[in-house]
């Protein structure tokens, strides 16, 4: 991209910016050409509108001065078939013309054009002009180029929390499925001593029948506390398995919404139950909606991260969440209240912010609500609004369609 900069003998520098006049008239080009290229402008001629339309295709000036009144192709159409190609239309365009009609500007403008300059010329009113649209071409690209680095950067964001996120899901399920897998294995090894037992029984000439039933009923007993937690073991696993495929895809299915909502919640409960906190779901049990399971499981997740670190300092303080569902009029109205401490107004207008935290020394990003709203706005194409009093917790309300297009 070229860009302009100033210099300390001229006004600005030209050198690298190239100029495609396209124009029949000599006597115009080369007072044109001569007061341009004096100033360093890279200066490329064509004699009529077809011939321009191809040049400019293959050269991709920084700026194109077209003539209107031209034999074949006049210059309004060659604006026409400039601005409707891919590889043009962001090429600005100034008209010359002896036309000073109000008509005839307005139709340059309505085909895309940016400025208009008369003949017979002012060569420094035209320098001018190039001048001013080169800054604002360049101002436009540097803008753009901005905007895209930082949708980029946002994608990225929410890519990292959300393999952040499904990293704590590891976790938190690591540890949940310790305790089932733990008492299978120590029902299993009791289980095992007890067989040996029964058999040395059974060497005996005579065997007590009292001692040997006490062992085929510790026997009984390890069996069933082994099928249960491996049973347990197995849900989780399960659950754990939807999750994950939930949230590492952005496909759009059908699911029931209170399953889903229960099934985060049991993901989480290695982080919730040593705390004083209870946890309530209103939720219709046949409520089927066609979403994106793997958002909502984020967007639920972030919303009790949030509550037990902020609302309940870190699971300290006791309280409610109350996760609530509705449908209306096709749209999922979700109310996630939790009776935490709250959020100070001048905090309040804050929480969707990237990076804003009040808990920065307690290691948080910043990103957690950030990354809802972005999820609920772009994904589940929805919104979300907070409601906050300092010492009576928080209600987020979010609403978004039940149906979603695959």
């Known amino acids: 991209m070229s860009v302009v900069t100033k210099t300390p003998d001229k006004l600005l520098e030209f ?26 402008f890279k200066i ?8 321009g339309l191809k040049r400019a295709q293959t050269l991709k000036p920084d700026m194109i001065l077209l003539d209107v009144m031209m034999p074949g ?3 309004f159409e060659t604006c026409y078939r400039l601005k409707a190609n891919e590889n043009t239309k962001d090429i600005p365009v100034i008209f010359m013309t002896a036309l000073d009609r109000a008509e005839d500007k307005v139709k340059g403008f309505e085909l895309g054009s940016v400025d208009y300059v008369t003949k017979p010329f002012q060569r420094k009113e035209v320098l001018a002009r190039i001048v001013t649209h080169l800054r604002i071409r360049d101002l436009t690209l540097s803008l753009n180029a901005k905007i895209e680095e930082l949708v980029r950067t946002r994608y990225e964001l929410v890519q990292s929390e959300k393999m952040a996120s ?11 499925i310790n305790t089932p897998i733990g008492v299978a294995v120590g029902a299993a090894s009791a289980l095992r001593e007890n067989v040996y037992f029964i058999n040395q029984l059974f060497e005996k000439e005579e065997v007590n029948e009292e001692e040997l039933l006490d062992h085929l009923e510790t026997v009984d007993q390890a069996a069933e506390l082994t099928l249960s937690n491996l049973k347990r073991a197995a849900n989780l696993v399960s ?3 939807h999750t994950v495929i939930n949230q590492t895809s952005e496909q759009v299915r059908c699911f029931e919404i209170k399953a889903l909502i229960e099934n985060t919640i049991t993901i989480l409960h290695s982080r919730f139950k040593h705390t004083p906190i209870q946890i309530e779901v209103n939720c219709p049990s046949d409520l089927v909606i066609k979403s994106m399971p793997g958002v909502l499981e984020q967007i639920i997740t972030h919303l009790m991260i949030n509550s037990l670190i902020h609302g309940f ?12 569902v509705k449908l209306v009029e096709g749209l999922i109205q979700l109310e996630y209240v939790d009776t935490g401490k709250g959020i100070e107004l001048e905090a309040l207008e804050k929480i969707f912010e990237p990076f804003f935290t009040t808990y920065r020394t307690g290691g948080c990003s910043g990103l957690g609500l950030y990354i809802c709203y972005n999820l609920i706005t772009t994904q589940l194409h929805g919104t979300i609004t907070c409601e906050s009093t300092p010492s009576k917790g928080v209600v987020f309300n979010i609403d978004y369609p039940m149906n979603l297009q695959s």
Do not use: C, Q, S, W
């Open 166 to 176: 499904l990293g704590r899901l590891v976790a938190g399920f690591a540890h949940e």
């Open 73 to 75: 192709l006049d210059g």
């Open 239 to 241: 659950i754990f398995k």
């Open 15 to 40: 050198k690298n910016y190239t100029i495609l006049i396209i124009d029949d008239d000599p006597i115009n080009l080369k007072i044109l050409i001569e007061y341009l290229e004096r100033v360093n």
């Open 44 to 51: 490329v001629v064509e004699r009529g509108g077809e011939m």
């Open 313 to 324: 300092d870190n699971g300290k303080n006791a309280g409610k969440i109350f996760i609530i």
